[in-house]
C-alpha cells in the first residue's frame, strides 16, 4: 500500500514538471517570434520635427530666404519588429527638406526625404511635401498714420488732429510682400469722451489697394503704438491786466480792454477753470499819465486764439490821484569802508503819484533817495551812475515814484 502511494506521488510530480517545462518553452517561442518572426507590428511616431536643409546655401548664392517651416511638423505610420519599433522615438526619425536647389523667389513644394532607424520601414506619412514660401529679405520704414473708427463727444465739441508717439515704423519681411505696403495704420474705437485722452492701438499693414497685411512672415518694430485724441471746446476768456507793484486799485485807476473778451480753443479740462486771460502787466511807475497802449493777446501752448487779430488796446485812466515832483537833497550812498566819493548829483529831482490829500500831505523830508556803491574800489575811479533807490514816508501806503533815477557820483 505504500508504495502505490509513492508511485502516485511520483507520478504527479512528473505531472507538474512537464507542465512547468512547457510553460517556459512557449515563452520562449513567444518571444523568438516577437523578435524574429513579428515583422507586421505597426506604430505611430506624431510631430516627427522637419529639419530645413541648404538654408545656408540658398541665402549665400541667391540671396533668398525661407518664410516658414522651421516649426514644420509630419506623422508617420512605420512597422518592424515590436521589441524593434519599442527602443525608438521622435528623436530618432530624421526627416529633411532640402531647398538648396531653389533658385527663384515664390511659393515652392518641396520634397521630403525620411531617414527611418534600422528594423523600421515606412507605410505612410501625413504629407510627402512642404509648402514653402521663399523670397528675398529685405526691410523698408513706412508711415504711421492713426484713425477713429468710433467715437462719441458733446455736440459742442470737436476732435483735433490725432498723434501718434512715432511717425514711422520699420518692416522687415518677405521683399514682395514690402514692396505692397503703403502705411502703417492704427484704429482705435475712443467710445464716448469729453476731453483729450491718451489711447494704445495694434499698428496693422495697409497694401496699396487699401487691405489689411496678414502675411505671418512680415516683421514690425514695434507692434503697438500711443495715440493722443485732442478734444476741444471754444469758451470766451475776459482780458484783463495785471499791474506790477499793485498800486492801482479799483478806487484810484480804471483799465479798460478793447476787445473785452476773446474766444479761445482748447481742451476742456484746461479750459473748466478759466474765466480769464492776463494779456498784460503795467508797470505804475512807468506809467506818468493817462494813456493807452497796444499789447499782443498771448494764451498759453494748449490753447488756440481763435480771432482774427491777435491784439487788444489797453486804457489806463488815474482817478483822484495826482502827481507832484520834488528836489530831493536827501541823497545817501553806501560804499565799502575807505572808499572815498564825490556826489555829483546835490539835487534829484523826484515826480511821485498818489491820492490827492496824501500828495498835498508830503513834504520833501519825506523822501530819500540812496544808491548802493558797496564792491567798488578805487580801480573803479571815476564817474559812476548808479542807480537810485526811491524811499517814501508815506502813512496812507498811496504814494510811489514815477520813473527811474540816476545818481552820478565820482569814485576817488
Same mark, same amino acid.
Given at each position: 500500500? !505504500?508504495?502505490?502511494?509513492?508511485?502516485?506521488?511520483?507520478?504527479?510530480?512528473?505531472?507538474?514538471?512537464?507542465?512547468?517545462?512547457?510553460?517556459?518553452?512557449?515563452?520562449?517561442?513567444?518571444?523568438?517570434?516577437?523578435?524574429?518572426?513579428?515583422?507586421?507590428?505597426?506604430?505611430?511616431?506624431?510631430?516627427?520635427?522637419?529639419?530645413?536643409?541648404?538654408?545656408?546655401?540658398?541665402?549665400?548664392?541667391?540671396?533668398?530666404?525661407?518664410?516658414?517651416?522651421?516649426?514644420?511638423?509630419?506623422?508617420? !505610420?512605420?512597422?518592424?519588429?515590436?521589441?524593434? @519599433?519599442?527602443? #525608438?522615438?521622435?528623436?530618432?526619425?530624421?526627416?529633411?527638406?532640402?531647398?538648396?536647389?531653389?533658385?527663384?523667389?515664390?511659393?515652392?513644394?518641396?520634397?521630403?526625404?525620411?531617414?527611418?532607424?534600422?528594423?523600421?520601414?515606412?507605410?505612410?506619412?501625413?504629407?510627402?511635401?512642404?509648402?514653402?514660401?521663399?523670397?528675398?529679405?529685405?526691410?523698408?520704414?513706412?508711415?504711421?498714420?492713426?484713425?477713429?473708427?468710433?467715437?462719441?463727444?458733446?455736440?459742442?465739441?470737436?476732435? &483735433?488732429?490725432?498723434?501718434?508717439?512715432?511717425?514711422?515704423?520699420?518692416?522687415?519681411?518677405?521683399?514682395?510682400?514690402?514692396?505692397?505696403?503703403?502705411?502703417?495704420?492704427?484704429?482705435?474705437?475712443?467710445?464716448?469722451?469729453?476731453?483729450?485722452?491718451?489711447?494704445?492701438?495694434?499698428?496693422?499693414?495697409?497694401?496699396?489697394?487699401?487691405?489689411?497685411?496678414?502675411?505671418?512672415?512680415?516683421?514690425?518694430?514695434?507692434?503697438?503704438?500711443?495715440?493722443?485724441?485732442?478734444? #476741444?471746446?471754444?469758451?470766451?476768456? !475776459?482780458?484783463?491786466?495785471?499791474?506790477?507793484?499793485? #498800486? #492801482?486799485?479799483?478806487?484810484?485807476?480804471?483799465?479798460?480792454?478793447?476787445? =473785452?473778451?476773446?474766444?479761445?480753443?482748447?481742451?476742456?479740462?484746461?479750459?473748466?477753470?478759466?474765466? =480769464?486771460?492776463?494779456?498784460?502787466? *503795467?508797470?505804475?511807475?512807468?506809467?506818468?499819465?493817462?494813456?493807452? *497802449?497796444?499789447?499782443?493777446?498771448?494764451?498759453?501752448?494748449?490753447?488756440?486764439?481763435?480771432?482774427?487779430?491777435?491784439?487788444?488796446?489797453?486804457?489806463?485812466?488815474?482817478?483822484?490821484?495826482?502827481?507832484?515832483?520834488?528836489?530831493?537833497?536827501?541823497? !545817501?550812498?553806501?560804499?565799502?569802508? &575807505?572808499?572815498?566819493?564825490?556826489? *555829483?548829483?546835490?539835487?534829484?529831482?523826484?515826480?511821485?503819484?498818489?491820492?490827492?490829500?496824501?500828495?498835498?500831505?508830503?513834504?520833501?523830508?519825506?523822501?530819500?533817495?540812496?544808491?548802493?556803491?558797496?564792491?567798488?574800489?578805487?580801480?573803479?575811479?571815476?564817474?559812476?551812475?548808479?542807480? &537810485?533807490?526811491?524811499?517814501?514816508?508815506?502813512?496812507? &501806503?498811496?504814494?510811489?515814484?514815477?520813473?527811474?533815477?540816476? @545818481?552820478?557820483?565820482?569814485?576817488?
Amino acid at each position: 500500500m !505504500k508504495q502505490e502511494k509513492v508511485a502516485a506521488q511520483g507520478k504527479r510530480n512528473w505531472h507538474i514538471g512537464t507542465k512547468i517545462l512547457c510553460i517556459v518553452c512557449a515563452f520562449i517561442i513567444w518571444l523568438y517570434v516577437m523578435e524574429v518572426d513579428s515583422p507586421d507590428y505597426e506604430s505611430e511616431f506624431l510631430d516627427v520635427p522637419v529639419n530645413l536643409a541648404g538654408v545656408s546655401t540658398l541665402e549665400n548664392e541667391h540671396n533668398l530666404s525661407v518664410f516658414g517651416g522651421f516649426d514644420a511638423t509630419v506623422d508617420l !505610420k512605420v512597422k518592424g519588429p515590436k521589441s524593434v @519599433i519599442g527602443r #525608438y522615438t521622435v528623436s530618432d526619425i530624421n526627416v529633411t527638406a532640402d531647398v538648396s536647389g531653389i533658385v527663384q523667389a515664390g511659393s515652392h513644394e518641396v520634397a521630403l526625404f525620411f531617414d527611418l532607424p534600422t528594423g523600421l520601414t515606412m507605410l505612410e506619412s501625413s504629407v510627402s511635401r512642404l509648402s514653402l514660401y521663399i523670397d528675398e529679405r529685405s526691410s523698408v520704414v513706412v508711415d504711421v498714420r492713426s484713425r477713429i473708427s468710433s467715437v462719441t463727444i458733446p455736440e459742442s465739441y470737436e476732435l &483735433g488732429e490725432l498723434v501718434a508717439d512715432t511717425d514711422t515704423v520699420n518692416v522687415s519681411g518677405p521683399k514682395t510682400i514690402l514692396d505692397d505696403i503703403d502705411f502703417a495704420q492704427v484704429s482705435l474705437d475712443a467710445g464716448a469722451i469729453e476731453s483729450s485722452v491718451s489711447m494704445v492701438g495694434t499698428l496693422e499693414l495697409i497694401s496699396l489697394s487699401g487691405n489689411v497685411i496678414t502675411n505671418p512672415y512680415v516683421r514690425l518694430s514695434k507692434t503697438e503704438v500711443k495715440v493722443n485724441i485732442p478734444v #476741444y471746446c471754444y469758451k470766451e476768456l !475776459k482780458l484783463v491786466a495785471a499791474v506790477k507793484y499793485g #498800486y #492801482y486799485t479799483e478806487a484810484n485807476c480804471r483799465i479798460t480792454m478793447d476787445p =473785452e473778451t476773446v474766444t479761445v480753443k482748447g481742451d476742456p479740462a484746461v479750459l473748466a477753470n478759466m474765466d =480769464e486771460l492776463v494779456v498784460a502787466t *503795467l508797470d505804475e511807475k512807468a506809467i506818468t499819465e493817462d494813456s493807452s *497802449l497796444i499789447v499782443r493777446v498771448n494764451v498759453p501752448d494748449t490753447l488756440t486764439l481763435d480771432e482774427e487779430s491777435s491784439t487788444a488796446t489797453v486804457a489806463v485812466r488815474h482817478i483822484g490821484t495826482k502827481t507832484r515832483t520834488f528836489n530831493i537833497k536827501d541823497i !545817501k550812498i553806501s560804499v565799502d569802508s &575807505g572808499v572815498e566819493y564825490e556826489l *555829483l548829483s546835490q539835487t534829484i529831482p523826484v515826480t511821485v503819484r498818489g491820492d490827492r490829500d496824501a500828495v498835498d500831505a508830503l513834504r520833501a523830508e519825506d523822501i530819500v533817495v540812496s544808491a548802493d556803491l558797496t564792491g567798488y574800489t578805487h580801480s573803479n575811479m571815476g564817474r559812476v551812475y548808479a542807480e &537810485g533807490k526811491v524811499s517814501i514816508n508815506d502813512p496812507s &501806503g498811496t504814494v510811489y515814484e514815477l520813473g527811474e533815477y540816476n @545818481i552820478q557820483v565820482a569814485i576817488k
